[in-house]
């Protein structure tokens, strides 16, 4: 039997300023907003032209507000409303943690449509830039997951070589999921989305990107779900599955939905130059 690791007890907080304090998961957050407006203001120029790169800067704040507010309620509302409904107060406390991806990705969609609209953007085609660089900010986020030590996986072998004993998790061998999901949700889908996106043939049918993205994050969530262990106020639900692969599955739907109508519909001829070129001087 091989000696199981022991989780390496990482400080949650990065940096304290006094009575402030940098958090990892925050830094995630920040880091993954940062650099995935940096790669989005390349994609946007790629032809057919999505979008200038002022607006590229400018979604940055549409985008953190979408995250951050529709993490926030997609958690209250999907995971633990009872508790909420009686403590309204904690809502707003999210430094104590409580996010979800799904809501999350819910309030991205609404500011993606907002700002499409404000800035007449063709919104699908605005989209499949945008969800090229969603997996940066995943995989950060489960790194920091890890880093915190929570949402840790199933009971596993002693004999896996990277079983680990998380200190909130009990005495047993734990998958480490987050890393999982990191690699997954993050690496993997990073990869197939930006090879997918440097093909002309791809970013010239509206919605391809964006629902490959979809269909993409909703299997490998459905996968890691199998090792990660539920929330304990949840648990399993009914048949075994989990809340996450539950939410996953609309998405894959949708996903697929997605890349079929975009093959159904005329190619995009792009923003035009001179409109683009006003934005950049604006």
């Known amino acids: 039997m091989l000696p199981v690791l022991m989780f390496p007890q990482f400080d949650p907080v990065l940096i304290h300023f006094g009575p402030l304090a940098i958090r990892w998961y925050a830094l995630a957050y920040i880091v993954g907003l940062v650099l995935g407006v940096i790669l989005l203001k390349r994609l946007v120029a790629w032809t057919p032209r999505a979008a200038s790169t002022r607006q590229a800067d400018d979604f940055l704040t549409w985008a953190t507000l979408g995250v951050v507010f529709g993490g926030r309620l997609g958690y209250v509302l999907f995971y633990q409303p009872g508790f909420y409904l009686t403590h309204p107060l904690a809502i707003i406390e999210v430094w104590r943690g409580g996010m979800s991806f799904h809501g999350g990705a ?136 989990t809340m996450g692969q539950i939410l996953s599955l609309p998405m894959i739907v949708a996903g697929v939905g997605l890349m079929i109508h975009a093959f159904r519909t005329p190619r995009y001829a792009g923003v035009p130059v001179a409109v683009d070129h006003a934005h950049e001087v604006a």
């Open 106 to 241: 819910s309030g991205v969609i609404i500011a993606l449509a907002l700002f499409s609209w404000r800035e007449k953007l063709n919104f699908l085609a605005f989209s499949d830039r945008v969800t090229v660089c969603v997996p940066i900010g995943l995989g950060l986020g489960r790194v920091a997951n890890f880093i915190n030590g929570e949402l840790w996986g199933r009971q596993a072998s002693d004999s896996l070589p990277w079983a680990m004993i998380f200190p909130n998790g009990g005495p047993i061998p734990r998958h480490p999921s987050e890393l999982y999901e990191a690699l997954t949700e993050g690496a993997l889908l990073f990869t197939v989305m930006i090879l997918a996106a440097r093909r002309t043939t791809l970013r010239e049918r509206p919605g391809f990107l964006a629902g490959l993205f979809l269909c993409g994050y909703g299997c490998a969530r459905i996968f890691c779900e199998f090792f990660r262990e539920p929330d304990a106020f949840l648990g399993f639900l009914a048949f075994g599955v």
